[in-house]
């Protein structure tokens, strides 16, 4: 057993699927749950996600405390939960973004930042609720810590230790590279998902461009099912990285644009092969 209490802001798909690994690995005795949602705590517990649903008093109590919540959350949850922490315990997180998570530990916690250990784990489905959790969802994924100089040391091995149970590959980045690596590879993709299906929604005819959608449009546009307010906050919160991105994305584009509009066979041919390859690449890379 890694911790004797862990207590979860938010059992939902990525708390309640830590939950669920850590008590099938024996590395928890206790999970306790938090939330504003009183029906799906009592939906977490049925499902046996938490055990109890508690106060803020109670869960600052807890050895461990997984915020799993949308990031914009995050500073009014750690102002609620910084005056009940008890001596030695660990706070960590889930979320997607880390500059702005760190901030708000900062301004929250004082001196007991020590304890807080950002993460990010690298897992997820477009579905969300403690009705998605699973306990193999971490299996062989990666979670990214990012630890700040003056994060402690032993809560950085628990909280490792922790996800290591749940069978994630535990990885660590600078908080600043972190924000830029996945406002390319995650934020900017939900994005344009997000756009893409709003756009076809907005048309006069748009049912009948639903009608006739398969399997391709189907796959490119799974992750606009995820959670709005979710990514509402993501985007907000990695403002400056995903711009650039953006940008990089909108002329790319117009490069595409041209290119069709020229009748520019080998400048398609090319950018399409380059592409198919570099996606071959990282998949192969993906399965070793």
């Known amino acids: 057993m890694i911790v004797d209490t862990l207590a979860i802001v938010g059992p939902g798909l990525i708390g309640g699927s830590f939950s669920l690994a850590l008590k099938q690995a024996g590395a928890v005795r206790e999970v306790l749950g938090v939330g504003r949602n009183p029906a799906r705590l009592t939906v977490a517990r049925e499902l046996g996600l938490i055990d109890r649903a508690v106060d803020w008093a109670e869960a600052g109590q807890a050895d461990c405390i997984l915020l799993a919540l949308p990031v914009g959350d995050t500073a009014a949850v750690l102002q609620s939960l910084a005056p009940h922490l008890k001596a030695g315990a660990i706070v960590t997180d889930a979320g997607s ?20 250990v950002p993460g990010h784990p690298i897992a997820g489905s477009e ?121 990089a994305y909108v002329a790319a584009l117009q490069s595409l644009r041209q290119a069709v509009a020229g009748d520019d066979a080998d400048a398609l041919l090319t950018l399409f092969s380059r592409a198919r390859s570099a996606r071959e690449h990282w998949i192969e890379k993906q399965d070793v």
């Open 127 to 247: 579905q969300s609720g403690p009705g998605a959790a699973r306990a193999d969802l971490y299996q062989g994924k990666k979670v990214v810590l990012t630890p700040q100089a003056d994060t402690r040391a032993a809560a950085l091995a628990t909280v490792r230790a922790l996800w290591e149970a749940a069978g994630a590959q535990v990885e660590m980045l600078q908080p600043d590279l972190h924000d830029r690596v996945f406002a390319a590879v995650s934020h900017l993709p939900h994005l344009a998902a997000f756009t893409l299906v709003d756009e076809l929604a907005q048309r006069a005819d748009s049912d009948t461009f639903f009608r006739f959608a398969a399997s391709g449009f189907r796959d490119f546009t799974r992750i606009a099912g995820s959670s709005p307010e979710m990514w509402r906050d993501i985007a907000l919160a990695n403002r400056e990285a995903l711009l650039t991105e953006l940008d």
């Open 97 to 116: 973004t880390k500059v702005n998570v760190i901030a708000a530990a900062r301004a929250a916690l004082g001196a007991r930042v020590a304890d807080f």
